[in-house]
């Protein structure tokens, strides 16, 4: 089945830095999200995005479907982006069932 | 607020015991999808529903089982409970190839 790679695995950053998540995976898909889990285990919408570019306040999103990859980036980071980001694919064909991948655990720190 | 709701928040049972889960989705939306989040398997599709028919099925285990009903809620019943099933089980809803929306979650504890 398809892989989904993220990375970093963990992120420490101060208030204010920007970052940048990455999300690789193996095989074509028609579905890209990326959501983030705050720490009360609330599982957040960020992107729907299986191509291109979008832009939602200090949150970004990049796919470039052909290369296989996703990217995040988070701008001018608040206490209230910590938690886990997840990127998830759902294949070509798959219907809309999501894979996961294991996430990036983010910590900002005031 | 995703429009998601899933009942009950948390769940204490012992080993062996039944479950249900119940979830309404957003409204409009036909298809409903069951997660299972846990520390060694992170998030993990279960199956999905659409208008009342089963679509997909992930690794959802045989004493697990599911259903959606005539009005789109959907149920998700877990049996013979193990200690392994303590997880957080998700519901989620989308009005097709699109945007999922989840609910906030059911912490089951079996002990």
């Known amino acids: 089945g398809i892989q989904v790679e993220q990375s970093p695995p963990d992120l420490i950053l101060q208030e204010g830095a920007n970052s940048t998540l990455r999300c690789n995976f193996s095989d074509s898909v028609n579905n890209l999200q990326w959501f983030h889990q705050n720490p009360w285990g609330q599982l957040i919408n960020l992107f729907y995005i299986p191509s291109g570019t979008k832009q939602n306040g200090r949150l970004s999103a990049t796919t470039v479907a052909t290369e296989r990859y996703s990217l995040l980036y988070i701008s001018s980071s608040q206490t209230t982006d910590s938690g886990v980001y997840f990127c998830a694919v759902a294949p070509s064909g798959g219907y809309n069932k999501l894979i996961f991948g294991a996430g990036t655990r983010l910590a900002v720190h005031p | 607020d995703s429009g998601v709701t899933q009942t009950p928040k948390h769940l204490i049972t012992a080993t062996g015991q039944r479950v249900t889960l119940r979830c309404s989705p957003r409204s409009g939306d036909l298809s409903v999808y069951w997660y299972q989040q846990s520390l060694d398997q992170g998030l993990q599709f279960l199956i999905q529903y659409y208008n009342g028919e089963e679509r997909a099925k992930g690794n959802i285990l045989e004493r697990f089982s599911a259903q959606q009903f005539p009005d789109l809620h959907s149920e998700l019943n877990l049996s013979s409970l193990e200690l392994g099933d303590s997880a957080l089980y998700f519901c989620?809803?989308?009005?097709?190839?699109?945007?999922?929306?989840f609910g906030q979650g059911t912490r089951l504890t079996v002990v």
């Open positions: 989620a809803s989308s009005p097709g190839t699109v945007k999922t929306f």
